[in-house]
């Protein structure tokens, strides 16, 4: 009970910072840029990969993979320089 | 005696330089110039000619004739991509670079570097400022190419442009010609607006005059590229879900297996466009609007047409000052954008998201041409600490399409929010007051 109590109270600060961010980038759109991954011409051959199972995770809380980017193209990650190995 | 004279068939030839070799590293040579001699020195260190030569000869005096009267006062057709000569009324069109210079062939074929003659690089000391001398009456007029491609002189009326591919940078590829009209324009910023007045800053509303939109041409690179991409990583697949406790205790778990993942795509693609001029490039949304520009991007690209300044004519322009080197890590940094978009469909099943760790991308061929883009932009400046803000409303030239940023009344747009967060708190004492 008390619990949800806490939720409840919450709920006037989420309402006014989400209001007011929504509206701000409503008005700015300071998160609009060229969507390059969408909107481009891209002739792609089929993708190749390999998976491997490497471990397993038990009773974790979490319900995404920790660091998860799957989605966040334009976050970059280690660049690794040269030519992929034999086969890559 | 007629058959004495046959030349011998050319014999097959297998040895050093013939296609079957690796070819050498492109600038690189098996040649010391420094131990040559001079004429062939010079002939080894004569620049390369460029790739694709886009100037066009027959306008090099800068001046613009009609194909058919001779009069130099061309304008474009609003609406067209055609030009329209003012003196006798003719109408014809400039060829479109896709075709003349093969733009949108071969992309899968491409390698090293291909960059279009209006792509080289910025000379040091080429000056933006440029004189002609009127063929119409010999007078000496200015045109300043950092805003500017042409100019009328003042004393007989010829209209003059820059059509000489000068190594300043002004002078582009191609151009893709205004299709939405000023009326057009206005009309769409005005609808764009309205739709965000309520907690737009006061200033910005009374000094709202859409009419005074501008025309302006923006400079970019429009890049083909061929290139591979690797990505590795993790990703995680949920085997069980399940809840343990009771009540307000109650917890979900969950199991997944973890696999170690790499991908490879191999794709190219087609008509990239990057801004080439440095200040329009840095979208820090901080300190500028200059992401609403970047918004309205792509346009139809393939639809540009050869270089000529009459298009020009009563509209700005701005001058391109980034090189290809300089644009590189800018293209890679998209081009591993777009390989990490392609490799999404390919992970799939792994419903507890992927984790990309590394990423490696191999160019293999790259093809720059430099263009003049139509955008009509409208700009309100915002005082503020540090020189303030400078909000653009952009209709893109040709397709139309509209982005802003409208200033926002700060504290409006607190008093909204604070006084709905207000009602909906006092709903959540309602609830608690009852519940208790």
């Not at chain 2, 696999?259 to 300190?287: C, I, K, W």
């Not at chain 2, 047409?305 to 293209?331: I, Q």
Request: charged residues 25%.
């Amino acid at each position: 009970m008390s619990d949800h109590g806490m939720w409840l109270l919450l709920a006037g600060p989420a309402g006014a910072t989400g209001l007011y961010w929504g509206l701000y980038r409503y008005y700015r759109n300071t998160d609009k840029s060229h969507a390059f991954e969408r909107e481009t011409a891209v002739v792609a051959k089929p993708v190749t990969g390999s998976d491997q199972k490497i471990d397993e995770v038990k009773g974790t809380r979490e319900s995404r993979i920790e660091g998860d980017n799957v989605r966040e193209y334009r976050r970059r990650v280690q660049r690794i320089e040269g030519e992929p190995p034999e086969g890559g | 005696m007629p058959n004495a004279n046959t030349p011998p068939p050319v014999p097959s030839y297998t040895g050093p330089g013939s296609p079957q070799d690796v070819p050498p590293l492109p600038g690189s040579s098996p040649l010391d110039p420094a131990t040559l001699p001079k004429p062939i020195r010079d002939e080894l260190q004569a620049p390369d000619p460029v790739a694709i030569d886009t100037s066009s000869a027959e306008l090099k005096d800068g001046v613009n004739r009609c194909p058919k009267c001779g009069a130099t006062d061309v304008r474009q057709k609003p609406g067209t991509d055609e030009l329209v000569c003012l003196y006798c009324r003719h109408q014809w069109t400039a060829a479109r670079v896709e075709e003349e210079f093969g733009l949108g062939v071969g992309i899968d074929q491409l390698e090293g570097t291909v960059i279009a003659s209006g792509a080289r690089d910025i000379a040091a000391d080429a000056a933006s400022m440029m004189t002609f001398k009127c063929t119409g009456c010999g007078a000496e007029v200015t045109v300043n190419t950092q805003n500017a491609m042409t100019a009328r002189c003042h004393w007989c009326r010829h209209v003059l442009g820059v059509n000489e591919q000068i190594a300043n940078g002004a002078v582009p590829d191609a151009v893709l010609p205004f299709h939405i009209k000023k009326d057009d324009a206005v009309a769409r910023i005005r609808q764009f607006v309205d739709k965000r007045r309520l907690f737009a800053l006061k200033a910005f509303k009374d000094e709202f005059t859409p009419e005074n939109v501008v025309g302006v041409y923006l400079p970019y690179m429009i890049v083909d590229g061929n290139v591979s991409a690797d990505v590795a990583g993790q990703g995680e697949i949920e085997t069980r879900r399940y809840k343990q406790g009771s009540g307000d205790n109650e917890k979900t778990y969950y199991d997944a297996d973890v696999y170690q993942l790499d991908r490879h795509v191999d794709f190219t693609v087609d008509d990239l466009p990057l801004e080439s001029s440095a200040e329009r490039g840095n979208l820090d949304t901080r300190s500028n609007t200059n992401n609403i520009i970047n918004t309205i991007l792509p346009f139809d690209t393939k639809n540009a047409v050869k270089w000529n300044a009459s298009y020009l004519a009563s509209f700005t322009s701005e001058k391109r000052d980034l090189n290809v080197e300089k644009l590189r890590p800018h293209l890679e940094d998209e081009l591993l954008s777009i390989a990490r978009a392609q490799v999404e469909a390919s992970v799939g099943q792994y419903d507890r998201g992927v984790r990309w760790e590394a990423e490696r991308l191999a160019v293999h061929g790259t093809r720059w041409v430099s263009m003049y883009l139509p955008v009509w932009l409208y700009s309100y400046h915002q005082p503020g600490p540090n020189g303030g803000m400078l909000h653009y409303i952009a209709v893109n030239g040709r397709t139309g399409e509209t982005m802003g940023s409208v200033p926002v009344q700060q504290w409006k747009l607190l008093l909204a929010a604070i006084t709905v967060g207000g009602f909906l708190e006092f709903f959540a004492l309602m609830i608690l007051g009852h519940a208790s």
